[in-house]
């Protein structure tokens, strides 16, 4: 990739898919389009978040013809985090307007809005723990690896953690360009379906 900013797409090129893509892999269109389309919401949000989150799948799918429009998508999905977790508080009666991004985060934390069991990325990580110490038991390890107790938010705050700093970088202009977003999408798809049951 040049340092050269990229200008308006040629006319010509506008629906070509972006040659930066061909460096990563022979993803074709339809390939793109099912990976985020696996990554949808329930349905149970405000129309708002949910149309956030929309305008930031769209921004990925079209990041496809125009590789920098990952660091769009990437933000708008921040957007729909955030946004979900000030609609769930307003709804919880407090006054939004008083919290930082951080307070609310915490906030959504100590009321257990958000816990691990309702991420996929984490809600199996008891089993696949006990599944690696009883291979270690069969394979001879004498004794059992100390791998610390499970807490029900370890993941959340982790997450929490991970949010708060790439919002904060992406909204001070640090580029961050990634072709994969599915663990951020899929990581606040997750959020805001255990802000907002299903209906």
Do not use: C
Request: proline content about 4%; cysteine-free; overall charge negative.
């Amino acid at each position: 990739m040049t340092d050269l900013p990229d200008g308006l797409e040629p006319l010509a090129s506008v629906l070509a898919r972006d040659e930066r893509w061909w460096s990563i892999g022979d993803r074709t269109l339809e390939q793109h389009h099912a990976l985020i389309e696996g990554l949808a919401l329930h349905g149970g949000a405000p129309r708002d978040v949910q149309q956030h989150y929309e305008n930031a799948r769209n921004t990925w799918l079209y990041a496809f013809f125009n590789y920098r429009l990952l660091q769009v998508a990437l933000m708008q999905i921040h957007v729909a985090g955030e946004a979900a977790i000030k609609a769930r508080a307003k709804m919880e009666g407090l006054n939004t307007d008083k919290f930082t991004l951080k307070a609310l985060l915490d906030t959504a934390l100590e009321r257990r809005w958000l816990l691990d069991v309702n991420f996929e990325a984490s809600a199996y990580r008891a089993e696949r723990e006990a599944e690696h110490l009883a291979m270690l038991r069969f394979m001879g390890v004498p004794h059992t690896p100390f791998v610390g107790p499970l807490h029900e938010q370890d993941f959340a705050k982790g997450l929490v953690e991970a949010f708060r700093h790439i919002r904060n970088a992406l909204a001070h202009g640090e580029v961050h360009l990634k072709p994969n977003l599915s663990w951020e999408f899929m990581a606040v798809r997750d959020l805001i379906n255990q802000l907002f049951p299903a209906l």
